[in-house]
């Protein structure tokens, strides 16, 4: 499958950033569909599914989706952070984990000034390839993200960067760019431009401990590339090593 265009490394990107969000913000915050800065934190791990009904942008109702799993090293406060991430892409009973790929997002905390916490994070996708995966390419991209905690709890959070496998259903390099709301305690907004479409949904965060992320969202806002689509992403988050 072609991972750009079901959005996988976008939703991932994002789920990394749950406990980093979460540290700088009273309420939560986070932008659907492209790529975040963040990583995970020191010794935080997560395991995330997302889903399309429309593989490829192409028919609707063809639905695909994938599995993944990381786990946050190193010190991105004082050094650099480290999260390296495993992508299932065949997730069907027969065919479970016959096709996937790894990559790694290296990231680094950041200061934009009073009130603003961020971090820049290069992403190193499709490093390990099997299976249907194994033709895809390597990729890279270069995200920076910061987070302000608004007076009104309302935290806000713009993230921009430039990557390969961005435009033209992932064949060409492109920009992104976004912006997100954090709207109530447990919820928050999101809209952005990822290469050639427009992204934009909604994530939550429920239960009492916040370690369960919802996404849902529409790719291909305008359908400007008759790519219009749901996405769907779970995740969930916590400390699996003691750090420092």
Same mark, same amino acid.
């Not at 921009?160 to 907004?189: N, W």
């Given at each position: 499958?072609?991972?750009?265009?079901?959005?996988?490394?976008?939703? %991932?990107?994002?789920?990394?950033?749950?406990?980093?969000?979460?540290?700088?913000?009273?309420?939560?915050?986070?932008?659907?569909?492209?790529?975040?800065?963040?990583?995970?934190?020191?010794?935080?791990?997560?395991?995330?599914?997302?889903?399309?009904?429309?593989?490829?942008?192409?028919?609707?109702?063809?639905?695909?989706?994938?599995? /993944?799993?990381?786990?946050?090293?190193?010190?991105?406060?004082?050094?650099?952070?480290?999260?390296?991430?495993?992508?299932?892409?065949?997730?069907?009973?027969?065919?479970?984990?016959?096709?996937?790929?790894?990559?790694?997002?290296? &990231?680094? /905390?950041? &200061?934009?000034?009073?009130?603003?916490?961020?971090?820049?994070?290069?992403?190193?996708?499709? %490093?390990?390839?099997? *299976?249907?995966?194994?033709? %895809?390419?390597?990729?890279?991209?270069? /995200?920076?993200?910061?987070?302000? *905690?608004?007076?009104?709890?309302?935290?806000?959070?713009?993230?921009?960067?430039?990557?390969?496998?961005?435009?033209?259903?992932?064949? $060409?390099?492109?920009?992104?760019?976004?912006?997100? %709301?954090?709207?109530?305690?447990?919820?928050?907004?999101?809209?952005?431009?990822?290469? $050639?479409?427009?992204?934009?949904? /909604?994530?939550?965060?429920?239960?009492?401990?916040?370690?369960?992320?919802? &996404?849902?969202?529409?790719?291909?806002?305008?359908?400007?590339?008759?790519?219009?689509?749901?996405?769907?992403?779970?995740?969930?988050?916590?400390?699996?090593?003691?750090?420092?």
């Amino acid at each position: 499958i072609d991972p750009s265009t079901l959005s996988d490394q976008e939703l %991932l990107d994002l789920l990394e950033g749950i406990e980093a969000h979460r540290m700088h913000a009273v309420r939560p915050v986070a932008i659907f569909g492209i790529p975040s800065g963040f990583g995970a934190a020191p010794g935080i791990g997560f395991v995330a599914i997302a889903g399309t009904n429309r593989r490829d942008r192409r028919r609707e109702g063809d639905w695909d989706g994938s599995l /993944a799993f990381g786990l946050g090293f190193g010190d991105p406060v004082r050094g650099i952070g480290v999260t390296p991430i495993v992508d299932v892409t065949s997730v069907s009973p027969y065919h479970f984990g016959s096709s996937g790929k790894i990559g790694v997002t290296l &990231s680094r /905390a950041v &200061s934009f000034g009073p009130g603003w916490s961020g971090s820049v994070g290069l992403s190193l996708e499709n %490093l390990v390839r099997w *299976g249907d995966s194994s033709v %895809l390419d390597p990729e890279a991209s270069l /995200a920076v993200s910061a987070v302000h *905690g608004l007076g009104n709890g309302m935290p806000l959070m713009l993230s921009a960067g430039y990557g390969t496998g961005v435009s033209d259903g992932g064949r $060409d390099d492109g920009g992104f760019l976004g912006i997100g %709301l954090g709207i109530a305690p447990k919820a928050a907004v999101g809209v952005g431009w990822y290469g $050639d479409e427009a992204v934009g949904g /909604a994530t939550f965060w429920p239960g009492e401990r916040g370690n369960m992320q919802i &996404s849902v969202g529409i790719g291909d806002m305008t359908d400007r590339v008759s790519g219009r689509r749901l996405l769907l992403a779970v995740s969930l988050a916590g400390p699996l090593s003691r750090t420092r």
